[in-house]
C-alpha cells in the first residue's frame, strides 16, 4: 500500500524523528441549533439520515485520499454522531451516536479530539470547525443574567432603575434619576442588556481555547491547522486565543458561505497527489484557495480569506497592534477633540464587516480590517508616531491574505451592494464599538470592556465567567492598550442603546429549493422548517 498522504513536519519535530504516518482530518461540526445547516443542500426536505448528510458524504471522499477522518456533528432535533472513517477504505465509515452533545462547551471538544488521537494515533491533526463563527464570542452564564441585574443599577452607591425598550435594530433604556450611561472616566457600560442570552451563541472564544489547551495537556497534539469554515473568525481576538495551541489557522473575516465541506475533497486529492512534501503554511493557504473555487462555481458568494502563522499573532501582531493603540492614546490625551476626529475618520474610511442588519460593509458595522485601519490612520494623521506605528502593524501582517473577491452577495437581494475585498492588506478583523461615536453600541460590549471576569460585590462585569488574554487588564489600575484606546475615544460621549442581537447567519452557496426556485438566485434565505423529521 503506498504511503499515505502528511505533511512536512515542522524543523523543531524533524529532530525527534516525529512519529505520524499519515493525516487526520478532525471535524467538528455544530449544527444542532441550526437546522437549515443540518438540511444543506436540500433545505425544505426532511432531515436526512446522517448517512446521507452532505458533510458525510463529502468526508467519506476525502477518506478515499487516503486521510483519516474523524468527525462529531450535531444536528437540528436529532443525536449528535461520532463518525470515523479510517484512511483509503471509506466503505469502512462507522458512526455512533452520542446522544445529544453541548457542542458549545469546551469540554466537547477537547474530549473529540482525544477520541481523535487514540483512534488514529500516528496521525497528524487538521482540524475544521464548522458552523456558526462570530468573531469574538463572550464567555456568559445566562444564570446571573436576571430581571434584578438587568433592570437595576447602581452609581456611587445610589440605586436606579432601568426600563430597557426593544427595537427591530437596537435595545436602549429609560431610567430615572439620571442614567446608566457612559461614565466619564471609564466607558465599560456597567448595565447589562436583557436581551443578550436570548440569542443562541456558537462556543465563546475563551471556551475554544480552553477546549484546545486542555486537549494538549492530555497528551493531544498540536492541530496543525485550524479551518474556521464559518463567518468573522478570522479575528484578532479569537486568533490570539488560540495561538498558543496550534500552527496554523485559515478563517474569513467577513461572511463564508456554506456548502457543507464540498471543497474538501478535491483539497485532499492534491496533497495526496504532491510530489514534494507540503508544509502547514502551504496547506494552510490551499484551504482558503479551494474554499474559494468552490463558490466560485455560482456567483453571488464574494469572500475575503486569510492565512496566519499563528506564532506570530502573540510574538507580532499583538506587540504592534498594543504599540500603535499606546500611540493612538497619547494623541488623545494631548489633544483631544483633534485627535479623536482623526481616528473617527479613520475609523470611517477602514474597511468594515457586517455586525448590524443589513448587508452593506460600512459605519454602524463595528468590525474593522485592522490593516485597513492601520492604512486609514496614515491617511488621517500624516507623517509622526501613529503613522510610524500603523507602519509596523502593517509590515507584520503583509502575506496573511489569501485571496478577496469582488461582487455582490446574493443574501443582499441587490446588485447595487458590492463587496470589494481585492486590497491584499486586509484579512484580519478586530472589534471596534461605535467608531462613529454616535452612541450605539455592539451587545458584545459590556464584556469585551470589563478586563475582568464579574464580580458577585460589583456585578460587573454582567454574567462574564472567563476574559480572554487580548482583553485582560494587565495589571489593577492597568487597561489592556486596544481597550485603553477603545475608552479614552469615547470619554464623554453619552450612551444610547446596544444593537439588537441578531441570530448568527451562514449564508448558504447553492441550496436546493424545492419551491420552483432557482438555487443561489435571490438572496431571500430559506424559511427555517418547524420540525424537521429524521427518515
Known sequence: MPALPT??????????????????????????????LSLYPDVDAPQAAILKQALVQNLKLVAAEGVNVSAVIDLFEDDTYLVEIPAGRPQDMAVLSTWKQDM?????????LRRTRARFPCSTIVLALEGHGGGFVPSIDPSL??????????????????????????????????????????????????????????????????????AIKSGVPRPAIIHFNNCFNASVE????????????????????????????????????????????????????FNQAELAKQAGHPTVGSAVPLASMRKLV???????????????????????????????????????PGYELKVPDQFIDIASFAAALQNSFGPGTVSTAAGKLLTVLAGFYVYGDVGS???????????????????????????????????????????VPYDPVKKE???????????????????QPWVNLINEYHLGIPFVGFFAVQPFLFPLANPKRRNGGKPGST????????????S
Not at 438572496?523 to 429524521?534: H, N, W
Open 461 to 479: 462585569p454582567p454574567a462574564q465567567r472567563h476574559v480572554i488574554d487580548f482583553l485582560a487588564d494587565p495589571a489593577p489600575g492597568r487597561k
Open 145 to 214: 443574567i436576571k430581571p434584578e441585574t438587568a433592570t437595576h443599577w447602581t452609581r456611587n452607591g445610589q440605586a436606579g432603575q432601568v426600563r430597557w425598550i426593544s427595537g427591530e435594530k437596537q435595545t436602549s433604556f429609560e431610567a430615572e434619576a439620571g442614567s446608566p450611561a457612559l461614565p466619564m472616566d471609564n466607558p465599560t457600560l456597567p448595565m447589562d442588556n436583557p436581551t443578550l442570552p436570548l440569542a443562541r451563541m456558537p462556543m465563546s472564544t475563551w471556551a475554544l481555547g480552553q477546549a484546545l489547551q486542555s
Open 238 to 289: 479569537l486568533l490570539h486565543t488560540v495561538a498558543p495551541f496550534a500552527d496554523h489557522a485559515t478563517g474569513y473575516a467577513n461572511y463564508d458561505f456554506f456548502t457543507a465541506g464540498a471543497a474538501y475533497p478535491a483539497l485532499f486529492k492534491k496533497l495526496r497527489q504532491s510530489p514534494v512534501p507540503v508544509s502547514r503554511a502551504v496547506f494552510a493557504r490551499w484551504f482558503a484557495l
Open 523 to 534: 438572496g431571500e434565505q430559506p424559511k427555517r422548517p418547524r420540525s424537521p423529521r429524521k
Open 318 to 356: 499583538s506587540p504592534a497592534l498594543d504599540a500603535l493603540a499606546n500611540e493612538l492614546v497619547k494623541s488623545l490625551q494631548a489633544n483631544r477633540p483633534d485627535a479623536r476626529k482623526r481616528i473617527r475618520d479613520a475609523a470611517m474610511a477602514a474597511q468594515h464587516y457586517d455586525t448590524v
Open 409 to 451: 452577495p446574493s443574501m443582499a437581494g441587490s446588485p447595487a451592494v458590492i463587496y470589494d475585498f481585492s486590497d491584499k492588506r486586509l484579512g484580519l478583523n478586530i472589534l471596534f464599538p461605535d467608531p462613529d461615536l454616535s452612541g450605539q453600541w455592539d451587545w458584545r460590549s459590556p464584556y469585551y470592556l470589563s478586563g
Open 104 to 112: 458549545s462547551a469546551p469540554q466537547a471538544l477537547a474530549g473529540f
Open 7 to 36: 505533511l512536512e513536519p515542522l524543523r523543531r519535530l524533524r529532530a525527534a524523528a516525529a512519529a505520524d504516518d499519515s493525516l487526520v482530518f478532525a471535524v467538528y461540526a455544530s449544527f444542532g441549533t441550526d437546522p437549515i
